[in-house]
């Protein structure tokens, strides 16, 4: 958990905390100040989907030892990415 910063986006499993039974990638929007116990952490961010984008914005309660850091081969936001067409109304 050293060094994490808004944007960096986290492996989280069940060696930070047992409520994830199946891993997530979460990316990181803060660190949330909130008293919690000796070595966990809330942190407030966006649970990613396996093309990277956003499913759902939570906030979880981890262990700071547990959390690990994407390989970049997991990298978000890739350039070049397709986009559904736009949809334009003639008249």
Do not use: C, N
């Amino acid at each position: 958990m050293v060094g994490v910063k808004a944007g960096d986006v986290l492996i989280v499993d069940r060696a930070a905390s047992v409520q994830f039974t199946r891993p997530i990638r979460f990316r990181l929007i803060r660190v949330l100040d909130w008293i919690t116990y000796d070595g966990w952490v809330w942190l407030d961010g966006y649970e990613l989907d396996s093309r990277g984008d956003a499913l759902a914005r939570r906030s979880i309660f981890v262990m700071k030892a547990g959390l690990r850091s994407a390989p970049a081969s997991v990298a978000v936001g890739q350039p070049g990415r397709k986009r559904a067409p736009s949809r334009r109304v003639t008249a």
